[in-house]
């Protein structure tokens, strides 16, 4: 009989939990030549999600928890659950239902007709207002444009792992991490699961506007080099921009002695003229500071996160 785990990262989600197993339990009962463990990574909740998980685990052996000890944010959560994940393949699923448990036994049919990756990819969130929207847009066709992986326009962590993406997993080493973006930068075979998300069940999102902004920020970061290169880029246009613009001032305004009705005394023009620069300047300093910050993260090789308890967990 083949292993599946569920990965289930959760913050705060005392609520939420309840509603989410009965749902959960109900879909898993529909698949009985499998084996499932559940695992909740707990982000460092300080509600009493705990409590909610410990109810369920006393009823379910195949229930596993990890805590950890401050909140590390979803993408450490994820890790450590496929860092822990003993299936054949692994499904990450949202607490809130915006992934709707049922889709489970249309991943493990994909996964089974032989795809090693199972993307769950929103076609619509009605919670999302105007500016979540044209910001995901924006994000996607960037990331298109500059990024060195593709990742599917709209693709959610709700997706499926073979147990050999998840050992090629496990092997990556980076902390700034975005979850999808390195699974696309792994291969193997996809297959697609287009989906509606519903309304949370209780409670509100936990992604605030600046954490989605973060992430974007992130993502661009460790997926492509062109922001980088992008002061270069910049770099060469200015020159050859104020390049032309200082011949012509030469030739017209001092050596024709034509105005044109226009006229800049030279300290006007070396005003501009160094304000435009010091804005590059610091433009590229912004950008290179970001890599440089990634660099030392990276090279301070800190944990991605610190595990306070675990139940469970071999």
């Given at each position: 009989?083949k292993?599946?785990?569920?990965v289930?990262?959760?913050y705060?989600?005392?609520?939420?939990?309840?509603?989410?197993?009965?749902?959960?339990n109900?879909?898993?009962?529909?698949?009985?030549?499998?084996?499932?463990?559940?695992?909740?990574?707990?982000?460092?909740?300080?509600?009493?999600?705990?409590?909610?998980?410990?109810?369920?685990?006393?009823s379910?052996?195949?229930?596993?928890?990890?805590?950890?000890?401050?909140?590390?944010?979803?993408?450490?959560?994820?890790?450590?659950?496929?860092?822990?994940?003993?299936?054949?393949?692994?499904?990450?699923i949202?607490?809130?239902l915006?992934h709707?448990?049922?889709?489970?036994?249309?991943?493990?049919?994909?996964?089974?007709r032989?795809?090693?990756?199972?993307?769950?990819?929103?076609?619509?969130?009605?919670?999302?207002?105007?500016?979540?929207?044209?910001?995901?847009?924006?994000?996607?066709?960037?990331?298109?444009?500059?990024g060195?992986t593709?990742i599917?326009?709209?693709?959610?962590?709700?997706?499926l792992?073979?147990r050999?993406v998840?050992?090629?997993?496990?092997?990556?080493?980076?902390?700034?991490?975005?979850t999808r973006?390195l699974?696309?930068?792994?291969?193997?075979?996809?297959?697609?699961?287009?989906?509606?998300?519903?309304q949370?069940?209780?409670?509100?999102a936990?992604?605030?506007?600046?954490?989605?902004?973060?992430?974007?920020?992130?993502?661009?970061?460790?997926?492509?080099?062109?922001?980088?290169?992008?002061?270069?880029?910049?770099?060469?246009?200015?020159?050859l921009?104020?390049?032309?613009?200082?011949?012509?001032?030469?030739?017209?305004?001092?050596?024709?002695?034509i105005?044109?009705?226009?006229?800049?005394?030279?300290?006007?023009?070396?005003?501009?003229?160094?304000?435009?620069?010091?804005?590059?300047?610091?433009?590229?300093?912004?950008?290179?500071?970001?890599?440089?910050?990634?660099?030392?993260?990276?090279?301070?090789?800190?944990?991605?996160?610190?595990?306070?308890?675990?139940?469970?967990?071999?």
């Amino acid at each position: 009989m083949k292993k599946i785990s569920i990965v289930i990262p959760i913050y705060n989600e005392q609520e939420s939990i309840p509603v989410f197993w009965v749902e959960l339990n109900s879909t898993l009962k529909k698949s009985p030549n499998y084996e499932f463990e559940i695992l909740f990574i707990d982000d460092g909740s300080t509600d009493n999600s705990f409590e909610e998980i410990e109810k369920i685990i006393k009823s379910n052996s195949n229930v596993k928890y990890i805590q950890f000890s401050r909140n590390f944010g979803k993408e450490a959560a994820l890790s450590a659950g496929l860092h822990n994940a003993i299936g054949d393949c692994a499904i990450m699923i949202d607490v809130d239902l915006q992934h709707p448990p049922i889709l489970i036994l249309d991943f493990i049919a994909k996964w089974e007709r032989g795809a090693e990756v199972v993307v769950g990819v929103r076609q619509s969130n009605c919670e999302s207002d105007v500016i979540k929207k044209a910001g995901s847009w924006l994000f996607y066709k960037i990331m298109d444009r500059i990024g060195e992986t593709k990742i599917a326009p709209r693709a959610t962590d709700f997706r499926l792992l073979d147990r050999m993406v998840i050992d090629e997993f496990k092997k990556l080493t980076e902390n700034n991490r975005i979850t999808r973006g390195l699974i696309a930068w792994l291969g193997f075979k996809k297959e697609f699961i287009n989906f509606e998300a519903p309304q949370r069940a209780i409670g509100k999102a936990r992604y605030t506007k600046a954490k989605l902004f973060h992430l974007a920020i992130t993502s661009f970061i460790s997926q492509s080099l062109f922001p980088l290169k992008l002061a270069g880029y910049l770099g060469v246009i200015i020159m050859l921009i104020s390049g032309l613009f200082g011949i012509h001032v030469l030739i017209v305004q001092y050596l024709l002695g034509i105005h044109g009705g226009l006229y800049f005394s030279g300290i006007a023009q070396l005003a501009i003229l160094i304000i435009f620069l010091v804005g590059l300047i610091l433009s590229c300093l912004g950008l290179m500071a970001l890599y440089i910050a990634n660099i030392q993260q990276e090279v301070m090789h800190r944990p991605l996160y610190i595990i306070r308890k675990s139940i469970n967990i071999k």
